[in-house]
């Protein structure tokens, strides 16, 4: 009888249902403290509130309020973040957050086989999609290239209803002996299958077909490189196109119907990127030469001699003074290139 009261009273203390208010209260979610009697009342609950019941461990709660179950809570919640961060330390992944000298051989072969055809093969670090999306091979028997090319069709119709308006494609190792003309006429030439199966997006292309087409490589390691691309010759191989540039992992030829570059690019030259590189002076330069330095030098000190000369009321022709300044500026020259030897 006893138990049957107390039961009676820790339900009534709850009061009525919030859901249907036709039956006295049974729970409580932990999340937002909805009273609820029945489990088709917390489905509901859940569904017109987008409520989890899970309940915030985080959320502020004042002292005069917090019982045991708060303080247990709370230590329960400090032990797995201390358990989550002891996790983090050995975590796998963080041996990729810093750059390997020693490549596999693989890669190491693949860069500078890269290097011998004047091209700059920038390989990412494992964890990062791009290089495990990489597929390019290196045949060493027959010392060729296959590269992993990405295909991005621009300037697609509005009524392929795409997000925006290029179609990617990919083609996982393509011959670099091959031309480019070659590679991108299985997209073009209705008589391929893939031509009629991407019939719908590739309209534009297919219609001024394989002769009117322009190819464009995607910059890397210029500045403003996401906004920059190259020009390239559909009649030359892949490898002769890629020669003097910089490649992430694989090549992104962008393919447009029109002799201009896709909407929000701009083109650039191989000679442009040549000046970027060599914008730094000699002086600023890491691990700029002692030579360059005194060359550098040896030109203040023309400028310094032409305003000593110029100036009233010195005779900059004395040669007791010409000799002492010499011999004190080669002084000087000499310390800045034993400072660059070390």
Request: with cysteine; aromatic share 8%; hydrophobic share 30%.
């Amino acid at each position: 009888m006893a138990d049957g009261t107390s039961t009676k009273t820790s339900t009534m203390r709850l009061g009525m249902c919030e859901v249907c208010a036709g039956n006295e209260a049974r729970y409580a979610c932990p999340k937002c403290e909805v009273k609820t009697c029945s489990l088709p009342c917390v489905q509901i609950h859940k569904k017109e509130l987008n409520c989890d019941g899970q309940r915030d461990r985080t959320k502020f709660v004042p002292l005069s309020e917090m019982t045991s179950r708060e303080f247990m809570s709370d230590y329960c919640f400090l032990e797995e973040c201390t358990r989550y961060a002891e996790n983090r330390k050995t975590d796998p992944c963080k041996r990729f957050t810093h750059d390997q000298r020693n490549l596999p051989v693989a890669q190491h072969r693949m860069r500078m086989a890269a290097k011998k055809r004047n091209i700059n093969l920038r390989l990412q670090l494992a964890n990062f999609s791009r290089h495990k999306e990489n597929t390019t091979y290196l045949n060493w028997k027959q010392e060729r290239f296959y590269w992993r090319v990405e295909w991005l069709f621009a300037n697609i119709p509005p009524e392929a209803s795409l997000p925006c308006d290029v179609a990617r494609f990919v083609d996982e190792r393509c011959d670099e002996e091959v031309t480019l003309a070659d590679l991108a006429v299985k997209y073009v030439d209705l008589q391929q299958e893939t031509a009629r199966d991407q019939r719908k997006l590739l309209a534009n292309h297919q219609t001024a077909g394989i002769g009117q087409l322009s190819f464009w490589l995607r910059a890397e390691g210029v500045r403003r490189s996401c906004t920059r691309c190259y020009l390239l010759e559909a009649t030359k191989t892949l490898g002769e196109n890629l020669a003097g540039r910089t490649i992430v992992e694989f090549p992104t030829i962008f393919v447009t119907h029109e002799p201009k570059p896709p909407g929000g690019y701009e083109a650039i030259d191989s000679s442009d990127e040549l000046e970027e590189e060599q914008e730094e002076s000699p002086m600023t330069k890491p691990g700029a030469s002692s030579k360059a330095i005194a060359e550098d030098l040896d030109d203040s000190h023309d400028v310094y001699h032409d305003l000593a000369a110029a100036f009233p009321g010195e005779d900059a022709s004395e040669t007791e003074d010409d000799d002492e300044f010499e011999a004190l500026y080669r002084e000087r020259v000499e310390g800045i290139q034993d400072y660059g030897l070390h």
